[in-house]
């Protein structure tokens, strides 16, 4: 028995278990690191996806508390100016336009006293939400975003808050709900768990209800106070996940953007979002063990025979078939991914020429609306339009009435003064008219971007010569020499000019002695024009706004025409500047590069 022994473990044998297991332990350790970076990698991208929509969804909402917190309606009633059921309306009708949940308003006090909801039976009107930390952190001016159990409603829900300012005073706080309800179920984890935690490590989303309320590790008696007085989730106590009460307790964070093991788990939370929340992946490791059990046997399999190929050459003709066999996969694998480049590559063609088509609608949409802001100042100066073709309309009439009259008589000379004097009203009418189409000519890319400075003065001052003769303001202007040109295209300056000299003629609404000023001076290659008035003015801390899209001092405003007035100059490389005019009313001063030395630039580069 011993000699069998000793005959079975020759050297051949030793050397081949001993490689066997050396080879057996380098293999599974391989498999678990390969399997763990793999599992990494699966598991980061699901949680960065999740993030993603996660964030992509309360993005959609993040605005609405700042746009309402500036809604003229709604700061309307601190100042008695909209009733309470108005900003139910407002409210409500906000809701269901930005799909929240819930839009309410509460006084200084905390005490909702409008909310979109007021007609259901479990309205916020009247509930004082004083202990919820949005609120607090809005009353005190910061915005906030929270996460937590509607006291009223038992829904979970994402609350977003805004102070509310009047006269830099804030005088409320609104609320955004959003609820988790919807949210959760757009959460895509392909095959993985996924949970949502707050800043307390709380579980608020999951794949797997009933880790909802839940921790991942312990809380501290102060973080369980906080909870607690907040009623963020309704409970006395947040207890650990069932699956991880059997782990050492831990008092530190959860490693972002990093895996780690948990239990029976491998886990990722995805970096922690400013949002107030962090988004952890998670996959049992069972699935990963015996895909290493798998690649171990595999790994004695193959041992097995490639020992079975040192006893016989049939071994090696098989191990032949299966080394083709791998190239044969190793083609295909090679197909495959240059498949998915040529696709890939189609894709990024295609994406390419999805966005010249967007630059393209977006530039004819800057067209159309710089076209609806002229239209809209005609609109506003229709008026005075009418009265200034009127005026000569209705002499053309009397005109010709007493030419008809005096050819009766038989006093032709005095005729052929009347036939004189109405030519030159048809010529004051055409003149209006022509300046008026031009003002309104669409500005293409072939015209020539050359203006003279003289004329374009004329022109704008001529469309608003009856609106300033109306309101008795006096126009003080510098004579302006006939021969500066500069690169603007004529059009698009006297719209610019005719917006400015608007604006200062509204500025100047019942005041006394209303002036307004046009100034021009050259400065190095460039012509500085500046239009004043003795109006009012605006205060020092709306200057950073005045040329934002849709900001305005005028109940009736579009907010357009100065920001496409700064959009007009910057586009020929100038620049549109405001300030105040001591003792009284602004200054808007246009530096504009003169023709010549954009000639001159363009040669040189």
């Known amino acids: 028995m011993a000699n069998k022994i000793s005959r079975f473990f020759t050297p051949f044998v030793i050397a081949s278990l001993s490689l066997g297991a050396a080879g057996f332990a380098a293999t599974h350790l391989l498999a678990e690191q390969y399997q763990q970076r793999l599992v990494g990698e699966q598991l980061q991208e699901a949680a960065n996806k999740a993030n993603l929509q996660l964030d992509s969804e309360i993005a959609k909402f993040k605005q609405v508390p700042a746009i309402l917190s500036h809604d003229p309606r709604t700061l309307g009633y ?16 906000w809701a269901n336009q930005s799909l929240a949940d819930t839009i309410y308003i509460h006084d200084d006090s905390g005490t909702v006293i409008a909310s979109s909801n007021y007609q259901d039976p479990k309205t916020f009107v009247g ?20 996460v937590g159990l509607g006291a009223r409603s038992n829904v979970r829900g994402y609350f977003l808050s805004s102070p509310l300012y009047v006269k830099q005073e804030i005088v409320g706080v609104l609320t955004v709900k959003v609820s988790l309800e919807n949210i959760e179920e ?6 993985f768990d996924i949970v949502v935690l707050d800043n307390n490590q709380v579980v608020f989303l999951s794949s797997q209800p009933h880790w909802l309320y839940h921790s991942l590790q312990p809380l501290t008696l102060i973080q369980q106070q906080q909870i607690a007085e907040q009623r963020q989730y309704g409970l006395d106590k947040i207890t650990l996940i069932d699956d991880f009460l059997d782990l050492p307790q831990a008092d530190n964070a959860l490693p972002s953007e990093k895996l780690s093991r948990m239990g029976a788990f491998n886990i990722y939370p995805a970096a922690a979002s400013s949002q107030q929340y962090q988004v952890v992946a998670l996959k049992g490791r069972d699935t990963e063990m015996k895909k290493v059990m798998q690649i171990d046997v595999i790994f004695l399999v193959i041992y097995s025979l490639v020992l079975l190929i040192a006893w016989s050459w049939r071994q090696t003709y098989k191990a032949k078939v299966a080394l083709t066999t791998l190239n044969h996969k190793l083609e295909e694998t090679v197909n495959k991914r240059t498949l998915y480049l040529q696709q890939s590559n189609q894709q990024l063609q295609q994406t390419i020429h999805q966005y010249q088509e967007s630059q393209s609608k977006l530039k004819q949409t800057e067209q159309e609306l710089t076209q609806t802001a002229k239209l809209a100042v005609l609109g506003e100066l229709s008026a005075s339009i009418n009265h200034e073709i009127n005026q000569p309309l209705a002499a053309l009439r009397t005109y010709s009435e007493n030419s008809l009259k005096l050819l ?24 209006i008219i022509a300046r ?43 004579p302006i020499s006939d021969d500066i040109q500069i690169a603007i295209h004529p059009t698009e300056l006297e719209q610019v000019l005719v917006n400015l000299i608007h604006n200062a003629a509204q500025a100047l609404h019942q005041q006394p002695s209303p002036q307004i000023g046009l100034d021009w001076r050259l400065e190095s290659e460039a012509c500085v024009l500046d239009i004043w008035d003795n109006g009012v003015g605006l205060p020092e801390s709306k200057l950073p706004q005045l040329f934002d899209p849709f900001f305005t001092t005028k109940p009736e405003g579009l907010g357009l025409g100065l920001s496409i007035s700064k959009r007009i100059i910057e586009a020929y490389h100038g620049t549109i500047t405001a300030t105040r005019r001591e003792p009284c009313g602004m200054v808007f001063s246009l530096r504009i590069p003169l023709h010549n030395a954009c000639n001159n630039t363009s040669s040189t580069d």
């Open 408 to 431: 009766e008589m038989g006093r032709h000379d005095m005729v052929k003064g009347n036939l004189e004097k109405m030519l030159a009203l048809n010529l004051s009418i055409t003149d």
């Open 78 to 93: 601190f100042s008695e100016q909209t009733s309470a059921q108005q900003l139910n309306l407002l409210l409500e009708e």
């Open 436 to 478: 008026l189409k031009v003002f309104t000519r669409k500005v293409t890319k072939q015209e020539n971007h050359t203006a003279n400075l003289h004329q374009a003065v004329n022109n704008a001052t001529g469309i608003l010569s009856a609106l300033l003769i109306k309101h008795g303001i006096t126009l003080r202007m510098t």
């Open 186 to 191: 757009i959460l895509t984890s392909d095959g």
């Open 127 to 146: 509930e004082n939400f004083a202990f919820r930390p949005y609120f607090s952190q809005a009353i005190n001016g910061l915005s906030s975003q929270y």
